[in-house]
């Protein structure tokens, strides 16, 4: 796979054999429309492409028509030994021609606006880490009659790799080649994020076999946004060409670390951090609202409903894990829901949100963490006085831990995400993620038949 950034893309510009148009569905996932040359025109660019939004988990049938506009700021190309591709991501609007308002996108980027609006920052900055497992062959299979599944890994994983020398199922943290069997893969990875614009701040191997871990720079909400579904998409396809097979699940693998998706952040204005100050842990008061917000809204089980919207999401979360599952925030603890970094300088200071994985619709993921925070600010809420900052909320003040508990609170408490989450979003989310849970909640597992059969 090679890629190199198309920044300011134009018709008069193209020179590829095939325009690929992406677009992102109500889950996250990237679809495309291809285009091959003699049809790319100034009309595709400024007017778009028709497509069914039905499908991808929108609008009902009779109301599904929708318009694909490429953003030509965001574009680049890909070069094979058959052809050249140019992809572009693509804002969505109706047949009206009015902005669609449960377009990923376009969420994200209402909630950039309405930081504006209320002036109460510029920006939002995030820096986003991938957790994620790879394996060497993975299968799995599910029937009335049957459900299995089993993994392979050169790291140690899975009976045939069961005599090669191996570091522990749980000590894989920052280990060198030879033992680090996947230093190429990340590289390879990285070099094309890198072409294309993501910035990386570092790879590493992480704590479990077959475990990585790539860390993001800062970038602005609705970038962060966009380049993790892009980072996604790059890991899963160099992994394929690579002969490998990778996973953003929560939990992949019983008694073995999760993956989650830690997001550090801070506000901006006037091209400054309006987090450091001189409160508890070196924030603002700004900052610190910010944080009670961001637990408020976690602990009634409603921010949770996109940060960890899968039943697998609630595998992680349990006790004994670096995963937190209660409303505390600390400086520099890997089991508070809100870590406030203990390496930076004062006027770096900034949160990390711990609790979210990759199963998360991304933009609508960073958007809630957003506006969740926001809502703490303009209401001036107080963390300590709330209690999440003490040793007891770690028994007292616990999240909910299943997806069925975690959507009723969201039908009760969503009033913070209507600046940028419309009514009927909310209510296709919730079908999509009720169907989910009854799905797996009423199948037995193999686990059960130990136990009971």
């Keep these: 796979m090679q890629l190199s950034a198309l920044p300011g893309l134009t018709a008069k510009d193209f020179d590829a054999d095939f325009l690929n148009m992406i677009m ?6 990237m679809r495309s429309v291809s285009l091959p040359r003699r049809y790319v025109s100034e009309a595709v660019f400024q007017d778009g492409i028709g ?9 009902k049938v009779d109301q599904s028509d929708m318009i694909a506009i490429p953003d030509q700021n965001v574009a680049f190309l890909e070069e094979r030994e058959d052809f050249r591709t140019v992809h572009v991501l693509c804002d969505v609007i109706s047949t009206e021609r009015n902005v669609f308002d449960q377009y990923p996108r ?3 980027e209402r909630t950039a606006e309405y930081l504006k609006k209320k002036k109460i920052a510029d920006r939002a900055m995030m820096l986003v880490e991938l957790e994620y497992y790879v394996f060497d062959s993975v299968e ?6 049957h459900a299995s599944y089993s993994i392979a890994s050169a790291e140690g994983l899975g009976e045939e790799y069961e005599t090669l020398p191996r570091f522990g199922a749980h000590k894989g943290y920052h280990k060198l080649p030879p ?10 990875t990285v070099h094309i994020m890198e072409k294309i614009g993501i910035p990386v701040k570092y790879h590493h191997h992480e704590v479990g076999a077959s475990q990585l871990e790539i860390e993001l720079d800062f970038m602005d909400l609705v970038k962060a946004a966009d380049s993790v579904c892009l980072a996604k998409w790059i890991i899963h396809t160099v992994a394929y060409e690579m002969g490998l097979v990778v996973t953003f699940m929560p939990k992949p693998l019983y008694k073995m670390p999760g993956n989650g998706m830690h997001v550090h952040q801070y506000l901006e204005k006037g091209k400054k951090s309006i987090f450091p100050g001189k409160e508890l842990h070196g924030l603002s008061k700004e900052a610190l609202s910010y944080t009670a917000g961001l637990l408020e809204h976690s602990l009634t089980g409603s921010l949770l409903a996109f940060t960890n919207p899968s039943t697998n999401s609630y595998r992680r979360l349990v006790p004994g894990y670096e995963a937190p599952i209660s409303a505390t925030f600390a400086k520099g603890s890997r089991s508070a829901a809100v870590r406030i970094p203990g390496y930076l300088k004062s006027d770096e200071v900034r949160i990390e949100y711990r609790t979210g994985d990759a199963s998360a619709n991304l933009h609508y993921m960073l958007s809630a963490m957003v506006l969740a925070g926001v809502d703490g600010i303009q209401k001036k809420a107080d963390p300590v006085k709330a209690g999440f900052n003490s040793v007891e909320a770690k028994t007292e003040k616990v999240f909910p831990l299943d997806l069925r508990t975690v959507l009723d609170g969201l039908a009760k408490d969503n009033e913070y995400l209507k600046p940028a989450f419309p009514d009927k979003l909310l209510e296709l989310w919730t079908k999509r993620k009720t169907e989910e849970a009854e799905y797996v909640y009423n199948a037995p597992t193999p686990q059960e038949f130990e136990l009971y059969f």
Excluded at 179 to 188: A, G, I, Q, T, V
């Design 24 to 29: 992102f569905d109500i889950s996250g996932g």
């Design 51 to 59: 497509f069914d939004a039905s499908n991808y988990g929108f609008a």
């Design 106 to 108: 376009s969420v994200a």
């Design 140 to 145: 799995y299979s599910t029937g009335l009659d």
């Design 179 to 188: 033992e680090d069997r996947y230093l190429d893969f990340r590289n390879r």
